[in-house]
């Protein structure tokens, strides 16, 4: 079993940026591949980011390509999501998720293992 933890949620303005982290325990981190996912009220849970074990291999969603940024600390056994540019529509609760395997996928089913989110609101 892997335990995720989110935290780095908050109140930004338009334009504003914030840093999630994302701690894993319960088995080691290595060889788990690492995602973050996004639910803004009355919508679908959506993708947001993800990484190889690694770190070598990341997809970004359109909607924050260029904005956001997903970084993995293995020997802290954490995963990050740097939040630069933030908009209103950004606002949601955000998910760290993970799967053991290299292989990254941008679905939510793929994915074995959920943190409880963190709040991220945006205002204009």
């Known amino acids: 079993q892997v335990q995720l933890v989110e935290s780095g949620g908050g109140l930004v303005q338009a334009g504003g940026s914030l840093r999630l982290s994302c701690a894993a325990s319960?088995?080691?981190?290595?060889?788990?591949?690492m995602a973050w996912f996004r639910q803004a009220p009355g919508k679908e849970r959506e993708f947001v980011a993800n990484?190889?074990?690694?770190?070598?291999?990341?997809y970004y969603a359109d909607s924050v390509k260029g904005r956001f940024t997903i970084s993995i600390d293995n020997a802290q056994n954490t995963v990050y999501l740097q939040m630069n540019s933030l908009k209103p529509e950004d606002t949601a609760v955000y998910y760290c998720s993970a799967r053991a395997g290299a292989v990254i996928y941008t679905k939510t089913t793929s994915y074995n293992y959920w943190g409880q989110g963190t709040q991220v609101t945006v205002s204009s």
């Open positions: 319960g088995r080691t981190f290595s060889g788990y591949a």
């Open positions: 990484i190889s074990p690694n770190g070598g291999y990341t």
